[in-house]
Nanobody, 118 residues
Framework: QVQLVESGGGLVQAGGSLRLSCTTS????????MGWFRRAPGKEREFVAS????????DYAQSVKGRFTISRDYVKNTMYLQMNSLKAEDTAVYYC???????????WGQGTQVTVSS
């Protein structure tokens, strides 16, 4: 089974940075599209960033474009989300997700809390 484990969340001040990690199982990074989503208190889950399995094409939500960077390390079987210039609005539980090629995101991690204080 595909297993995803997020880490790296924490409490930071506005303007600070965090690097989230998503450790994957097997060759997940080779066979799945990967993405980051988040859910803020009282809000629906929203898309943050994604990276295609084959050519590494990335996509970002408008709200994080220019501040967040998604990447992957095949050797470590880990996907990352580098978050810079954090804002209070970025406070949420961040989830790592995997999608079979051409399919929906069906595999999810347990999430890691990111709290940005003003």
């Amino acid at each position: 089974q595909v297993q995803l484990v997020e880490s790296g969340g924490g409490l930071v001040q506005a303007g600070g940075s965090l690097r989230l990690s998503c450790t994957t199982s097997g060759r997940t990074l080779y066979n799945y599209d990967m993405g980051w989503f988040r859910r803020a208190p009282g809000k629906e889950r929203e898309f943050v960033a994604s990276i295609r399995w084959n050519v590494g094409i990335t996509d970002y939500a408008q709200s994080v474009k220019g501040r967040f960077t998604i990447s992957r390390d095949y050797v470590k079987n880990t996907m990352y989300l580098q978050m810079n210039s954090l804002k209070a609005e970025d406070t949420a539980v961040y989830y790592c997700a995997a999608a079979p090629k051409g399919c929906d995101f069906d595999y999810w991690g347990q999430g890691t809390q990111v709290t940005v204080s003003s």
